[in-house]
């Protein structure tokens, strides 16, 4: 058969299958793992045909395109896997369609080969921009390619299965056995469709009575087969006669019937139930028959009564692997013992039983060992079968069903790893993901940040053998040497391959040895989980007795080791990079000061994504006269450039309010003004204010807040015994870095002591999944709760309720409460300021 009819003929396989779903499930799977926008199986006919399509391309499946105009005939033609950075570079790819059009720049595939070497067709997946590949994704596109194959033989051998099927059935009815049952108490006498038609009645004309049954039985007969189904009434025994049919035209026609008698637990006879067919042609058919049934493929024999062979066809003799000369005459309990026992014996016994044909599928161990599929039906002579082997197609489906669950677990393993919030923890998972599905026994190995290893998770098929799994991975890392396997793949990144002798050499007596050795552990591999430039760690693999090596699944642990390798590389250095980016944005906000008249307290979380370094930023200071200035801001973005744009804003307006001693709305304006001189090009928003107490004041026990506010959220004021309330002027001036030349706003607020003010960033209240002025009633509800407990408890509390530790933005608070008069009163140092005692606060 040419590769062109072998193409052809898969594409109508496929079509009467129910593969489409299957094909499309891993068209997108092989897109995912990949990180592709699209993939595709195409099945190569006189015309490319899409079989197949996930990501992009879903909904694509049953397109037909020219083959001249597709990039599947090039890898199909080749033979071999085909990446291509960039298909416009490509001199037979440039031109085609889908390269043109700008669907596929990007593009990597594989040949699509059966299980005699013709290529099909062929799996890839594409990006619309350019991108290269690495040998693992190739590697993995090739597993998929046979997952894809799996699924297209296992469609074949069904298609070639059911087409057996059908002979078998075909071959019954052509057979033309009919059953009846009497029911002997009620008289009821109870005849299938093809017995009825046998006797030469219509449909719907059979009135189950015994009758109509004897009034077609030919009249020199009727004696002797009412005799004969007394006999068996009488004795419970069994019926047997063959007799000649009256059929209304006139026409004879010789049946052969036989039955048994069933009696309840007394003995009385209460049914007959049995077969007959049509014996007219039997001298003329017979040598026919025998012809038909030696060419057929499959496999016919009859049994008799006593289960003894009594005929094979040369098929038979075959798929048994026994001369029909050897079986006749011996039961097929004694030919093949194993039969006992299993779901061939309760399918025969059942067919004998009930007269009803049975089909089954089993498997039958060594010698044969091989799978069955069978159609017995009962006759007057014993019990025949038509019967086949679906070995190949049995270990098609499982082959098919493992690839299937390979992918499933890559698939499965990647959304855990990248969607992890504890990296660690869930690469400790990992045991319980890959046993059984590629290793019976696993252990994973990371490397903490001394260096040392450390095994963090583990897990075996066998529930007994988990717990010693854990114990020998408890007890391993303080015995094992520079010889180990671990410590091998941890040094030099290769895989290591131990048999069972070789592991447990590689141990000094004791514990961790003699708990590995009381496990069934025939082979380890240990695989590098790699980063970027160094190893982090390493997969242990265990294969117990009685597992098959699979290569596959090697390949795939290889690829989830690599996979797991690159995640924690991104975690540890994302890790880094917060630690850095933290500590670069704490060293721009200092420690407020402390002074006389107010407690200050700053708070600073970052965003909980990381390294997302912001342009949050707060400040509180001293101005000459002695008021105290209180500033919080952020700057629009989420990067090192916004942060660089915080430190000027904050270094210029601190600057501006220590030298002039400039009020709020003057230091916003002088702000704006140096901003465009400079050319500070960014967006931020602020709130600057200002405490200012006289003596007279100081005597009512009240401090006036001056502020202003550059389109940020404005201050919560929460007074003693007073519902918290925010400070909203008449109108809400624009951001910084708009435009210059801004009239700047300037308000006033007295407040008594006692009082406490938050000053705060969005981060601490704003949600991506509810509306603002929900967060500013959460922000209110909270503040109230807290009111009464001292500022640090407040400020911790409020961020442990808001963002529970992981804000979606930075998060920037000042809070400053005005203490109660319990001091000395102070000297004036001006007309409207009181002159601070400088303390050194505790940073935040």
């Not at 008021?627 to 919080?632: G, H, P, W």
Request: aromatic letters at 6%.
């Amino acid at each position: 058969m040419t590769g062109d009819r072998r193409r052809v003929e898969a594409v109508e396989r496929l079509r009467a299958s129910n593969s489409g779903p299957v094909l499309d499930r891993l068209a997108d799977e092989a897109a995912r793992l990949l990180g592709a926008a699209a993939g595709q199986v195409s099945l190569l006919a006189d015309v490319q045909i899409v079989a197949g399509a996930g990501g992009a391309a879903a909904g694509t499946t049953g397109t037909r395109d020219a083959l001249e105009d597709s990039l599947c005939s090039l890898t199909a033609a080749g033979g071999r896997p085909m990446a291509l950075t960039d298909a416009r570079d490509h001199a037979a790819a440039s031109d085609l369609p889908p390269v043109r059009a700008g669907r596929v720049r990007g593009y990597l595939g594989v040949p699509l080969i059966d299980i005699d070497g013709h290529v099909l067709g062929s799996v890839c997946v594409f990006d619309p921009e350019p991108r290269q590949w690495t040998d693992a994704q190739v590697r993995l596109l090739e597993m998929v390619g046979r997952a894809v194959g799996g699924e297209l033989q296992v469609a074949t051998l069904t298609a070639e299965h059911h087409a057996e099927r059908l002979r078998w059935t075909l071959a019954v009815d052509a057979g033309e056995v009919g059953s009846f049952d009497w029911d002997l108490l009620t008289g009821r006498l109870v005849w299938d469709a093809r017995l009825q038609e046998i006797f030469g009645f219509a449909p719907g004309e059979f009135d189950e009575r015994i009758e109509s049954f004897d009034a077609r039985v030919h009249p020199d007969d009727a004696g002797r087969v009412g005799s004969a189904v007394q006999t068996s009434i009488d004795t419970c025994g069994e019926y047997e006669a063959e007799y000649r049919v009256v059929l209304p035209g006139g026409a004879t026609r010789w049946v052969q019937a036989r039955g048994k008698t069933l009696c309840d637990p007394l003995g009385t006879a209460t049914r007959l139930l049995g077969a007959a067919y049509d014996t007219t042609d039997t001298r003329d058919s017979q040598l026919r028959t025998t012809r038909v049934l030696e060419a057929m493929p499959s496999g016919f024999l009859s049994l008799d009564r006593e289960w003894r062979f009594t005929m094979l066809n040369a098929a038979a003799e075959h798929l048994l692997g026994h001369p029909r000369g050897s079986l006749i005459g011996r039961t097929i309990w004694e030919a093949f013992p194993a039969t006992v026992g299993n779901e061939f014996e309760a399918g025969y016994r059942t067919a004998v039983e009930t007269q009803q044909p049975q089909t089954l599928e089993a498997y039958y161990p060594a010698p044969l060992d091989a799978w069955y599929d069978v159609l017995c039906w009962p006759t007057p002579e014993g019990l025949s079968l038509y019967f086949a082997d679906v070995t190949a197609r049995k270990r098609a489906t499982e082959l098919a069903e493992r690839a299937a669950g390979r992918l499933a677990l890559l698939v499965q393993v990647n959304t855990i790893l990248v969607e992890a919030t504890d990296v660690n923890a869930s690469v400790a998972r990992l045991p319980r993901l890959l046993v059984p599905a590629l290793a019976d026994g696993c252990i994973v190995t990371l490397l903490d940040e001394d260096g040392h290893p450390r095994d963090i998770g583990s897990w075996h098929v066998e529930a007994g053998s988990r717990e010693v799994l854990q114990r020998h991975a408890a007890v391993r890392q303080d015995v094992l040497s520079v010889t180990s396997a671990v410590a091998r793949v941890l040094v030099t990144g290769e895989v290591v391959r131990r048999s069972r002798a070789e592991e447990l050499a590689a141990l000094p007596p004791g514990e961790a040895r003699d708990l590995l050795a009381t496990t069934a552990v025939q082979e380890a591999v240990v695989l590098p989980v790699r980063g970027r430039d160094r190893v982090l760690g390493a997969l242990t693999l265990f294969r117990d007795a009685g597992r098959r090596q699979d290569v596959d699944d090697e390949l795939t642990a290889r690829d989830i080791a690599q996979r797991t390798g690159l995640v924690l590389d991104n975690a540890r250095l994302a890790a880094a990079q917060e630690r850095i980016a933290v500590e670069f944005q704490r060293t721009l906000l200092t420690r407020p000061p402390e002074p006389d008249h107010a407690q200050i307290v700053v708070r600073y979380v970052p965003a909980s994504e990381a390294a997302r370094v912001g342009g949050d930023w707060y400040d509180a200071f001293m101005q000459p006269s002695g008021a105290t200035m209180l500033v919080i801001g952020d700057v629009v973005g989420h990067d090192v450039t916004a942060a660089a744009a915080m430190a000027q804003l904050r270094g210029l307006l601190r600057g501006i309010a220590t030298f002039s001693d400039a009020g709020p709305a003057e230091a916003l304006a002088g702000l704006e003004s140096s901003m465009a001189l400079l050319e500070v090009h960014t967006l931020a928003t602020a709130a600057v204010a200002r405490l200012e107490q006289t003596a007279e004041e100081w005597d009512r026990g009240v401090t006036r807040l001056v502020w202003a506010n550059a389109g940020h959220p404005p201050p919560l004021v929460v007074e003693p015994g007073q519902r918290p309330y925010f400070l909203q002027g008449e109108r809400a001036d624009l951001l910084l870095g708009v435009r210059t030349g801004v009239d700047r706003a300037e308000r006033t607020v007295v407040l008594p002591r006692g009082t406490t003010v938050l000053f705060f960033t969005d981060g601490l209240f704003e949600r991506r999944d509810s509306p603002l002025d929900e967060g500013m009633t959460r922000l209110q509800q909270a503040a109230a709760q807290l009111a009464e407990r001292p500022l640090d408890e407040l400020c911790d509390g409020l961020i442990s309720q808001l963002v529970h530790g992981r804000p979606d933005d930075d998060v920037a608070v000042v809070a400053v409460r005005l203490h109660r008069q319990d001091r000395a009163r102070p000297a004036e140092a001006g007309p409207n300021r009181v002159p601070p005692r400088l303390r050194s606060a505790p940073p935040a």
